[in-house]
């Protein structure tokens, strides 16, 4: 028998479509259906025809039964575009199989969607197989945290350096982002870096070893682009800056600055000389400086002082006086040691480079 033969009924089912008297228009879409697909070739002429009438009766028909043609549709190269345009703004149910994967779908048809239409359409579409950036960029602008999630850890989506910067910002102040934003491939390493202070070990963990793979060239240009990000002024000042940074620099000045003087800033509660000088070790701003201290974040501090080649028992001293609080502190100050003494050197360095951004960008 001839595959031709499903096609030959084309003319009696357009007019069974048309005859508005017809009593099983779904049964009538189905055979429509099978006789598009059934249709070994088809004239410009029959797939216009094709489109025009499944549209009229897809408008017909129940939800389940526009899902199940949707469905039908969703993956064939050749569907009829106007259909599946259709199907691509109807309630989410009937348009997530074509948003998810039809390639009848163009950039302008997904922004569109995109533009107009809820969160669980914004999913569909961000876990096409590839997404451009213009459409991800009206995700980014308009998703939920669910949404951009979704988009996050679907390495097919392209995100413009705007949409990154956008997208790490939300992350940073939700938990639930934290991970498919570290594990993002594409996400530019300057704000992967932004990440660390804000993640949980496992993930800092990720990132220092990104860190120590990354091509060198890879690493100068990530540090171009973090630069014409920063922002040259992260915050006030204490009051007492001045002063304390006028003693440090007499300090530096007659080659007093040593690691062991940051210990007795320490010890003696002089906070702001304390983070001037370990600005000025580890060359960092005093904002990154502050927000490693501030925050209690010995990881961190591991990373500054293992880059600056400080000894081990110094940085225990360290972790222990800014612990003295706690009623651990000595336990945990020796959990950190061992965690120090296991942080690779080089990529320590290089995740220090990242932290150097901001004190780059205030000389400039």
Request: hydrophobic letters at 45%; proline letters at 4%; one cysteine or more.
């Amino acid at each position: 028998m001839s595959d031709a033969a499903p096609a030959s009924r084309l003319p009696d089912l357009i007019a069974m479509a048309t005859d508005g008297s017809s009593e099983n228009r779904r049964k009538l879409l189905r055979e429509l259906t099978e006789s598009f697909f059934g249709a070994p070739t088809r004239s410009a002429a029959e797939d216009s025809l094709y489109d025009s009438v499944l549209v009229t009766l897809a408008a017909d028909m129940g939800t389940a039964v526009r899902a199940e043609l949707a469905a039908r549709f969703a993956t064939a190269p050749d569907a009829p575009a106007s259909l599946i345009r259709r199907l691509a703004n109807d309630e989410a149910a009937v348009a997530s199989a074509v948003l998810r994967a039809s390639p009848v779908l163009t950039d302008d048809d997904l922004l569109s969607v995109v533009r107009s239409q809820g969160q669980e359409h914004l999913r569909a579409v961000s876990i096409r197989p590839t997404v451009s950036e213009a459409v991800s960029d009206v995700i980014v602008e308009r998703g939920d945290d669910v949404t951009l999630g979704t988009l996050l850890r679907n390495d097919g989506a392209q995100l413009s350096r705007s949409a990154s910067e956008t997208a790490v910002e939300r992350a940073k102040a939700n938990p639930a982002l934290h991970e498919a934003t570290v594990a993002r491939n594409a996400l530019p390493p300057d704000l992967l870096n932004d990440m660390y202070f804000v993640v949980e070990a496992r993930l800092r963990q990720q990132i220092l070893e990104q860190n120590a793979r990354m091509d060198p060239v890879l690493l100068e240009t990530a540090l171009a682009a973090g630069r014409a990000r920063v922002a040259t002024n992260d915050g006030a000042l204490p009051a007492d800056y001045s002063e304390c940074l006028a003693y440090v620099d007499e300090l530096r000045a007659a080659g007093q600055l040593t690691p062991q003087m940051l210990a007795r800033f320490l010890r003696s509660g002089g906070r702001t000389s304390f983070l001037i000088a370990l600005s000025q070790l580890a060359d960092i701003d005093f904002h990154t400086a502050s927000q490693i201290v501030e925050r209690r974040d010995l990881d961190a501090l591991a990373v500054v002082c293992r880059s600056a080649e400080l000894d081990r028992a110094l940085f225990l001293t360290y972790a222990v006086v800014l612990l003295n609080d706690d009623g651990d502190a000595m336990g945990k100050a020796h959990a950190y040691a061992r965690m120090y003494a296991e942080l690779a050197p080089e990529a320590a360095q290089r995740t220090l480079r990242f932290w150097r951004m901001r004190r780059t960008a205030q000389a400039a």
